[in-house]
């Protein structure tokens, strides 16, 4: 399969297959009690992290465990949608209310969410394109540019547990 410019589209799993192994990780992680399903970055690899957003309709918590990167006290992660057209719905929600929490293997954290721009997107585009060779076929696949998502942390420490 060819992107149109002569280069060859990596390949994917089809969308029902991403689908499946992102609920299958989310119930691991809930039949674990939140001790299984989350890791660190590796040095060849990127890590996993449960995001809380605010839904941007209901108002209702929502959560998604999102692959991430580290970039000094931030996070950042690709609003990708296992690479389909539409927005992923965490972002659309990061959105319309930037405040969010984070669930890690270090524990929980406050973030504001944010897009990268500029320099700053590029740099860290870079940095996931280090431990995704596949990234730019991939991303050509979308119609529109995908977003690299910045997590900052925000001040008033950890969130409380419910």
Known sequence: MSDGHGEKT?????????RLAWSVHRGLYRAGGGRIGLW??????WGTLRLTTTGRR??????VILGYLEDGPNLF?????GWGEAEPAWWLNLQAHPD?????????????GRAATDEE??????RWREVDTN?????????????????EPRP????TVQ
């Not at 992660?77 to 949608?81: E, G, K």
Request: glycine content about 10%; hydrophobic content about 40%.
């Open 121 to 126: 997107r590029v740099r860290l585009w870079a």
């Open 156 to 159: 008033g420490g950890a969130p």
């Open 77 to 81: 992660s690709l609003a990708m949608n």
């Open 58 to 63: 209901s108002g209702q918590q929502r959560s």
């Open 135 to 151: 990234l730019d076929g991939n991303a050509a696949r979308r119609p529109s540019e995908t977003a690299v998502v910045v997590l």
């Open 40 to 45: 660190r970055p590796r040095t060849n690899g």
């Open 100 to 112: 969010a929490s984070v669930e890690m293997v270090g524990g929980p954290r406050l973030v504001r």
């Open 10 to 18: 990596p390949w994917l799993p089809p969308r029902w297959f991403i």
